[in-house]
């Protein structure tokens, strides 16, 4: 049992914990030392992995006082970002929020000074070719971009892509699209028709809204009776874009 502060499972950082929630009032709860001014990342996959699981996430101070907890920040799963203030043994309790519970509520945590990767942009690339990858995240230090290299048979589709620290340690891992149309960046300006890119298609664009109430505008010449289709890729790869997709004749 590990569902009260002095059952608590004692663990060594940087670690993995594979867990399930067994029943309604199962919290399990861990403990680990933390030095001061340590970025600590305690990164929850579960409903990313199939899991029914929702979540809640606490962690608590040596005092045994609250310090920050989630719920929902990738999806159903929590994450907790935290740079310590004070040294000693810190306390990490998961339960379900809804007090759910069963064998498949299985769940892994992350735990550690970890480098987490948040946004990378492209999103994608076409099959044998390399790309400069941009990311942001945590605890990544100097690192602002990466190569990326697609093979030619890369399966089509999402792959996962993560970063590397100067330690060798791995991030958490991001949607990335292989794909074999051709691709193009968009460019700005291009927030009026008459600054449209131009674009040839089939065609896979990436973009990016920014700043506040960007607009990105793209020309492309069509015969007639041609069949169209437009599809968007964002949230399903980690974008917080809520996309609204509009189409002008000329």
Same mark, same amino acid.
């Given at each position: 049992?590990?569902?009260?502060t002095?059952?608590a499972?004692?663990?060594?950082l940087?670690?993995?914990?594979n867990?399930t929630?067994?029943?309604a009032d199962?919290f399990?709860?861990?403990?680990?030392?933390?030095?001061?001014n340590?970025?600590?990342?305690?990164?929850?996959?579960?409903?990313?992995?199939?899991?029914?699981?929702?979540?809640?996430?606490t962690?608590?101070?040596?005092?045994g006082?609250e310090?920050?907890?989630d719920? !929902?920040?990738n +999806?159903?799963?929590?994450l907790?970002d935290? &740079? $310590?203030? @004070?040294s000693?043994?810190?306390?990490?309790? *998961?339960r379900d929020v809804?007090?759910?519970?069963?064998?498949?509520?299985?769940y892994?945590?992350?735990?550690?000074?970890l480098p987490?990767?948040?946004?990378? !942009?492209?999103? +994608?690339?076409?099959?044998?070719t390399?790309? &400069? $990858?941009? @990311?942001t995240g945590?605890?990544?230090?100097s *690192?602002k971009s990466i190569?990326m290299?697609?093979s030619?048979?890369?399966?089509?589709?999402?792959?996962?892509?993560r970063?590397v620290n100067?330690?060798?340690?791995?991030?958490?891992?991001?949607?990335?699209?292989?794909?074999?149309?051709?691709?193009t960046?968009?460019?700005?300006?291009?927030?009026?028709?008459?600054q449209a890119?131009?674009?040839?298609?089939?065609?896979?664009?990436?973009?990016?809204?920014?700043p506040?109430?960007?607009?990105?505008?793209?020309?492309?010449?069509v015969?007639?009776?041609?069949?169209?289709i437009?599809?968007?890729?964002a949230?399903?790869?980690?974008?917080?874009l809520?996309?609204?997709?509009?189409l002008?004749?000329?």
């Open positions: 049992p590990n569902s009260t002095d059952q499972n004692v663990l060594t940087p670690v993995v914990v867990g929630i067994t029943s199962d399990d709860l861990f403990q680990f030392p933390v030095k001061k340590q970025r600590l990342i305690c990164d929850v996959l579960a409903s990313r992995i199939g899991s029914p699981l929702d979540s809640l996430l962690l608590f101070d040596p005092t006082k310090i920050i907890s719920d !929902f920040s +999806g159903l799963d929590s907790i935290h &740079t $310590v203030q @004070v000693g043994n810190y306390t990490l309790q *998961i809804r007090y759910k519970s069963g064998n498949n509520f299985f892994r945590i992350r735990i550690g000074e987490y990767l948040d946004t990378i !942009f492209p999103l +994608g690339g076409k099959r044998d390399e790309s &400069t $990858v941009s @990311v945590r605890n990544l230090g *690192i190569q290299s697609i030619p048979d890369a399966p089509l589709g999402n792959q996962e892509l970063v100067a330690n060798g340690v791995s991030t958490n891992p991001h949607a990335f699209v292989a794909g074999n149309l051709k691709e960046l968009e460019k700005e300006p291009n927030n009026a028709a008459d890119n131009s674009i040839e298609i089939p065609a896979v664009i990436n973009g990016r809204i920014n506040q109430k960007d607009i990105d505008c793209f020309s492309l010449q015969p007639p009776m041609t069949r169209l437009f599809e968007v890729n949230q399903r790869l980690g974008s917080q809520d996309a609204f997709l509009s002008f004749d000329s």
